[in-house]
């Protein structure tokens, strides 16, 4: 069967077709393409159409689709059972090998995706300190939890008012612009003694790629500090992707707790949560707060991640961002050549190429991004094989398995787009 006919079959099975809102590509006023395979930066859809990826899973795959390495330590751990429910090994080993790399987290835990990290973080946080409220960043997105379902980025933004969470739950979730270290400080003098935490994206990837500005994350790590609330970093894109320790690392900026997920489970459903041993150990079974899962540490996602680590620890971070910021510079260069007005946001492997003329530095800038124009060039790239985000409040990723053969190909189809 063919994309099309795959896509009118899946709508009678899942809503929209989808088991993610934005994988229907309806921002880009477009239907999906269904993937056979995939390999290196390579897609390969049903219809035998070949594309350069730009998603990677939405981030996961930093070391392309099936490198060898991760996928043969994913093949041993099946052949040793797929889950036990019980320890095993590569639950030591994997969070051994992030604690090396991201100091701050002495204790994690696993979970299997990035909103269950975010959502025991903050339950986390509010044990700890015994505060019921928190700030978060319009725009920025910590997953599908209740409490962060208010002005949430990424396919939340696109829900009005998000049906089904009760006012009451979203009462105790305190608003600011990103990088408005004012509005947090605002919300402070006029609470400070309820407020359990603050949470960030340190370098936000759900409102397209925004980065912290100057004393930013800093001036939120000593209000936190100063009013005994915990700052969670939420490094579940940002891990491993703007350095080997990630954001907190790159910007020398150390926060309670952090949540992982996507790169440090290789491919697998994956999330991890830590920081600090005195904080961690209020979690159960050794304190009162609360969190469990069937799957946690679950040992073929454990092997995949220890793997990607591992591989990681190989690969030129900085080659990597050169390279990308030489693709966006093109990018935005053929962008304007044809009379769009562009602005680009980058770091390391990770980048957004805005419609509009910038800067972007929060959730109102990014909104005026044009929407129709990006879904024009969403089209046509795709029809030419280069496979982006079906969004433009989403961030692209480049991949260590990315050629310059692939960014040729990219900027070739880039060249042909007509608004
Ligand atoms: N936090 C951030 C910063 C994210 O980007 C995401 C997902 N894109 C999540 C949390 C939620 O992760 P998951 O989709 O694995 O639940």
Not at 42 to 57: A, K, Q
Not at 265 to 290: D, L, T
């Amino acid at each position: 069967m063919d994309s099309k006919s795959l896509y009118a079959k899946a709508q009678t099975l899942m809503p929209g077709g989808v088991n993610s809102p934005l994988r229907a590509c309806k921002y880009v006023n477009s239907q999906p393409v269904f993937i056979e395979n995939a390999k290196g930066a390579h897609l390969f859809d049903v219809d035998g159409r070949e594309y350069v990826d730009y998603v990677f899973s939405w981030g996961p795959q930093i070391l392309g689709h099936q490198d060898p390495a991760v996928s043969a330590a994913a093949h041993a751990a099946i052949d040793l059972g797929s889950s036990y429910g019980a320890p095993c090994l590569g639950e030591i080993a994997l969070a051994e090998e992030i604690s090396k790399l991201i100091p701050s987290m002495e204790m994690m835990r696993m979970v299997s995706s990035g909103t269950e990290a975010t959502m025991s973080a903050l339950r986390l946080a509010r044990g700890y300190t015994g505060r019921n409220k928190f700030v978060k960043f319009i725009g920025n997105y910590h997953g599908h939890a209740d409490a962060f379902l208010a002005a949430a980025g990424s396919a939340a933004a696109t829900v009005p008012g998000t049906p089904g969470v009760p006012e009451e739950v979203t009462r105790h979730t305190l608003l600011a612009q990103y990088n408005d270290l004012d509005a947090v400080k605002a919300h402070f003098e006029a609470g400070g003694d309820d407020i359990a935490c603050v949470i960030v994206e340190p370098v936000a990837g759900n409102m397209g790629l925004v980065l912290p500005k100057d004393g930013f994350l800093q001036g939120l790590r000593d209000l936190c500090t100063r009013y005994g609330a915990l700052l969670i970093f939420d490094e579940v894109i940002t891990g491993f992707r703007l350095s080997p320790g990630g954001a907190q690392v790159r910007f020398g900026i150390t926060p309670d707790l952090t949540t992982l997920g996507k790169i440090i489970g290789g491919g697998f459903p994956v999330g991890c949560y830590g920081g600090k041993r005195e904080i961690m150990e209020h979690m159960a079974p050794v304190g009162g707060v609360f969190q469990a899962g069937t799957l946690s540490g679950n040992p073929v996602a454990m092997a995949a991640g220890l793997a990607t680590l591992k591989r990681l620890g190989e690969c030129d971070y900085e080659a990597l961002e050169a390279r990308t910021f030489k693709l966006t510079d093109e990018l935005a260069a053929i962008m304007r050549e044809k009379g769009r007005a562009v602005s680009v946001n980058r770091i390391a492997s990770a980048f957004t190429m805005y419609f509009n003329d910038g800067p972007v530095t929060n959730m109102i800038e990014s909104g005026n991004s044009d929407a129709d124009a990006y879904a024009a060039y969403w089209q046509q790239m795709l029809a030419q094989g280069v496979y982006l985000a079906p969004a433009g409040f989403e961030c692209a990723f480049t991949c260590f398995a990315h050629t310059d053969e692939d960014f040729e190909k990219t900027l070739e189809a880039a060249r042909k787009v007509r608004f």
